[in-house]
Nanobody, 124 residues
Framework: QVQLVESGGGSVQPGGSLRLSCVAS????????MAWFRQAPGKGLEWVSV????????YYTDSVKGRFTISRDNDKNTLYLQMDNLKAEDTARYYC?????????????????RGQGTQVTVSS
């Protein structure tokens, strides 16, 4: 069955960095767009970044542009999110997802599978 397992979360100070990883199994990883979503305490789920199956095109929500970088290694079935210059407002649980529908970053991004998530806390 499809499994997505995230790791790499933790607690950091503002300005710090973290690298999230997501190991995928149970499907042909290299054929799917993948995305990171996050959910902050008391808020709804928000998409963070999307990457196409060949890692040729990436998209970011405005609040993380220039600070986060999404990447993937199709040989290792792994998706990454490098997060630099972290801010308190980046505090959230981050989820790796398999995208089921993506047209443009301005339209809702749908996913069909999601991992359990990894917690990122940015605090001084």
């Amino acid at each position: 069955q499809v499994q997505l397992v995230e790791s790499g979360g933790g607690s950091v100070q503002p300005g710090g960095s973290l690298r999230l990883s997501c190991v995928a199994s149970g499907f042909a990883f290299g054929y799917y767009f993948m995305a990171w979503f996050r959910q902050a305490p008391g808020k709804g789920l928000e998409w963070v970044s999307v990457l196409d199956h060949r890692a040729e095109n990436s998209y970011y929500t405005d609040s993380v542009k220039g600070r986060f970088t999404i990447s993937r290694d199709n040989d290792k079935n792994t998706l990454y999110l490098q997060m630099d210059n972290l801010k308190a407002e980046d505090t959230a649980r981050y989820y790796c997802t398999r995208v089921s529908s993506f047209v443009t970053p301005l339209a809702p991004i749908k996913y069909d599978y999601r991992g359990q998530g990894t917690q990122v806390t940015v605090s001084s």
